[in-house]
C-alpha cells in the first residue's frame, strides 16, 4: 500500500479574491478531512486551484497543510504548471515544505508532444525523491496520454501511480485489466471523476482521487471501505445517494460544486478564483438538496 | 483603420532557459519587422510564448520593442493569462510600457463558462482606455466563443476587434459575412491560422494575425498588398509557394516552425521554452526547404 492506495481526499484551497492563501481556512479544512480518516490529502489538486495560485502561494498553502496533519495523514501536492524548469521548483518547494508525494499533471497552453510530455516528466522526477503521480486529466490539459507514453512514465524512477480520467460508464473494469497487464500495471492506478467512483471501486482500482472526499470525507470512506470488503450492495446504495450530487458535477464541473458545498456545510466561505465565478443562488439550493440527500444516510 | 488592420506579425519572443527575456534580441527583430513595412507587431502572442513568461519579463520584453518601433510600427500586446485580476495588471502594465492595443484570449484550466469569459472581458475592459482584441484560439485555450457571447462582447466599450481561428477551408467567405450581418461587424474581424490567409484576405478579412509575418515579414506584407489591389492571381501564387511552409505549421504547430524558420534565417538563436522542444535536425531541413521555396520568389 503506497500513499496513493485507498481515498485521496482533494480539497479546495480557501484564498481571497487577491489568490492570497488563507492558511487557517487550509488548517481547518485539513485537519477536518485528517479526522475523518481519509487515506491522504490531495493539496492543490484541480479543485484545490492550484493553477490559479502563485508559487508563494502555493508555498503557504503546503506548510500550513503539513503543520496540521503531519505524522497522521499523507500529503499529496499538485506541482502543475506551464514551464519545466517552474515544476522542477514546485517540486522542490513541495519537499522542502514536508510533501509526502507529488501529482503533476501536463498543464498545456501549446498542445504538447507525446515526446515533450516524456521529457517534462522525466526533468521533473529527476529533481526529486518523493514518489510521483501521473495527473492523466484531459478535461483540464487537453493532452492526451498515449498507452505508449505510460508505459514510458512508468519506467521512470519515482513515478509511483497514475491518477486515471473517469472513462465511457460501464469502461472502467475492463480498461483497468489493460493497464494491468501493461508495464503501467507497476503503477497504482487510481481514478478521479467522482461519478465513476463506484464502479472503479468494485472494479479493484488501488485509489480514488475524491473531490467529494474533500467535503464529505466521511461518506467518501464509507464507500472506499464497502469496496474493499467487496460490498457491492453499499458501495452501490451509496452510488444511488450520490447520484443528484453526480449529476450537478457534471452539469457545473465538481470544482463549483466543491465550493458551494463546502459554503452550505460551513467549512469553509472561499470562493473560486475569478473569472470561475461561484453558482447562483438557485443553483447552490440544488446543491443543498443533494447534500441533504448524502447526509440523510 | 485601426491598429488591428492589416498584417499583424507575431514574432517569438527570444528568451533564456530559464524564461528571461533577452531585450536585445527583442529588439532586433521588431526592428526588422518594422523595417519590412508591417502594420503592426503582435507582440507576446501565442508565437510570442506570453503564456510561459513571467509578469517581469512580459514587461521587459514590451519596453524592449516599444523602445524600437514607438512612433513608427503599432503595438499590440498579449495580455492573457488564467486569472482575471492578473491579466488586469498585465492589461495596466502594456498600457504603461506603451501599447498601441491589446489581445486577450480566454486562457483556461477548469473549462470556463460564456458567462464566465464574458465577465472576465468585461473586467479587463474596463482598467484599460486601449483598444482590445478578443483573441479567439480553441486549440490552446480549448474555450468555444458562442455568437451570442461574441455580439455581448462587442458591445463593451474599448473591444475593437477579433482574431478568429481558421475555419474549414473553404468556409472563411460565409462566417465573415455572417459576423459582419451580427453585433460582431462593429468589430475589426482578423484571422489567423496562416494557412487560411489567401482564402480570409481575398474573402476581404480586416486583418491577418500572422505566425509568417514574424520572420518573412516582405514576403507576407506582399500578400496582404496583392489582396487589397483585389489581385486574387497574386495572393494564390503566394498561396501555392507558401504551401510547403503550411504543410509544416498544420504537422507541427506554428510556434515550432516558427522557431526553426528564425534560427534558420539567423534572425535569432533562441529556443523555445521547455517543455516545448525545438524540432529535430531532420524537420529543421523540411522547414530550410520551404523557407528555399518562399525566398526562390
Redesign the interface.
Known amino acids: 500500500m503506497s500513499i496513493f492506495h485507498g481515498l485521496s481526499a482533494f480539497p479546495i484551497t480557501p484564498a481571497n ?3 492570497v492563501v488563507d492558511t487557517e481556512g487550509v488548517m481547518r479544512l485539513t485537519a477536518h478531512l485528517s479526522a475523518n480518516g481519509v487515506d491522504s490529502i490531495g493539496l492543490l489538486g ?1 479543485t484545490g ?1 492550484y ?2 495560485l502563485s508559487r508563494t502561494e502555493r508555498c503557504r498553502a503546503i506548510r500550513a497543510a503539513f503543520k496540521t496533519v503531519a505524522g497522521k495523514t499523507p500529503l499529496i501536492v499538485g506541482i502543475g504548471t ?4 517552474d515544476a522542477q521548483n514546485l517540486a522542490r518547494d513541495a519537499a522542502a515544505e514536508g510533501a509526502d508525494g507529488l501529482l503533476m499533471a ?2 498545456s ?5 507525446q ?3 516524456y ?2 516528466y522525466k ?1 521533473v522526477a529527476e529533481v526529486t525523491s518523493l514518489p510521483l503521480c501521473i495527473y492523466n486529466n484531459p ?2 490539459t ?1 493532452f492526451s496520454f498515449s498507452r505508449d507514453l505510460l508505459e514510458r512514465l512508468a519506467d521512470l524512477p519515482n513515478i509511483a501511480a497514475v491518477k486515471m480520467p473517469a472513462p465511457a460508464e460501464g469502461a472502467v473494469l475492463q480498461e483497468l485489466a489493460a493497464l494491468r497487464s501493461s508495464p503501467v500495471g507497476k503503477l497504482a492506478i487510481g481514478y478521479s471523476g467522482d461519478w465513476i467512483a463506484a464502479e472503479a471501486l468494485l472494479a479493484g482500482s488501488d485509489g480514488w482521487f475524491s473531490v467529494l472526499g474533500g467535503f464529505l470525507p466521511k461518506l467518501a470512506k464509507a464507500m472506499v471501505t464497502a469496496a474493499h470488503e467487496s460490498d457491492a450492495r453499499a458501495v452501490n446504495q451509496y452510488q444511488q445517494v450520490l447520484e443528484p450530487m453526480w449529476a450537478l458535477f457534471r452539469e457545473f ?1 465538481s ?1 463549483r460544486v466543491a465550493y458551494a458545498a463546502i459554503n452550505l456545510l460551513e467549512l469553509s466561505s472561499a470562493q473560486p ?5 461561484p453558482l447562483t443562488s438557485q443553483d447552490r439550493r440544488r446543491v443543498e438538496d443533494a447534500l441533504k440527500a448524502c447526509t440523510a444516510l
Open positions: 479574491e487577491h489568490g484541480s486551484t493553477a490559479y506551464l514551464r519545466t524548469d501536463p498543464v497552453y501549446t498542445p504538447l508532444t515526446e515533450e510530455a521529457q517534462h526533468a478535461s483540464t487537453h464541473g470544482l478564483p475569478r473569472p470561475i465565478l
